[in-house]
């Protein structure tokens, strides 16, 4: 249901980017292309993955709260970090720690299915391209550096790769279940 409203989100935030990129000046146009094409297929995957359930008026009320204060979290984390993630260190900061599947553990390899659980990769994503919205807006006014565009592709990149190395430690996982049943290959065939 959350999963829902935030890609449909996302899906009216690209059509936006899209609309503003034909506005951009011509010595942006070039940089804001290549924004669309490397975030395009990296969030594109995520969102068309989602089987879309609206769920009852009153279960979203129910949740609104709760969703509307993490969604105030993360962008207070993003604002504090000046949306630039550059590692996978900086997506667990804004996802924040304190619950096993938040934290990385100190350990000399990281166990990337601990970076970014579901819950966090939608409103993450939403809120970086809604501020790389803001971006190209400033595109049809501004000569844009080229590396404010980088760093925001750079940081769509760390938050779906992320959660693609969450998706492999949960198949890893499942599959050392005893007594597990092999997953179909097409139950993953969207990455």
């Given at each position: 249901?959350?999963?829902?409203?935030?890609?449909?989100?996302?899906?009216?935030?690209?059509?936006?980017?899209?609309?503003?990129?034909?506005?951009?000046?011509?010595?942006?146009?070039?940089?804001?292309?290549?924004?669309?094409?490397?975030?395009?297929?990296?969030?594109?995957?995520?969102?068309?993955?989602?089987?879309?359930?609206?769920?009852?008026?009153?279960?979203?009320?129910?949740?609104?709260?709760?969703?509307?204060?993490?969604?105030?979290?993360?962008?207070?984390?993003?604002?504090?970090?000046?949306?630039?993630?550059?590692?996978?260190?900086?997506?667990?900061?804004?996802?924040?720690?304190?619950?096993?599947?938040r934290v990385i553990p100190q350990t000399a390899f990281i166990h990337f299915n601990t970076l970014i659980s579901e819950q966090f990769l939608f409103p993450m994503l939403y809120l970086a391209l809604k501020r790389d919205l803001e971006r190209i807006s400033l595109a049809r006014k501004h000569v844009l550096s080229h590396f404010e565009l980088y760093d925001a592709v750079e940081t769509i990149l760390f938050i779906s790769d992320a959660a693609g190395y969450r998706l492999g430690d949960l198949r890893g996982e499942i599959e050392m279940l005893p007594g597990h049943h092999p997953i179909s290959p097409k139950c993953f065939s969207y990455l």
């Open positions: 249901m959350t999963c829902t409203s935030y890609c449909e989100k996302i899906e009216e935030l690209f059509d936006a980017i899209i609309q503003v990129a034909d506005q951009v000046l011509p010595e942006n146009r070039k940089e804001v292309n290549e924004y669309i094409s490397y975030v395009w297929n990296h969030v594109t995957v995520w969102v068309r993955s989602i089987k879309r359930e609206k769920g009852t008026e009153e279960l979203r009320t129910k949740f609104e709260s709760h969703v509307t204060a993490e969604e105030a979290r993360l962008h207070r984390n993003f604002e504090d970090i000046m949306y630039d993630i550059d590692s996978y260190d900086t997506v667990k900061l804004i996802a924040g720690s304190g619950r096993p599947e």
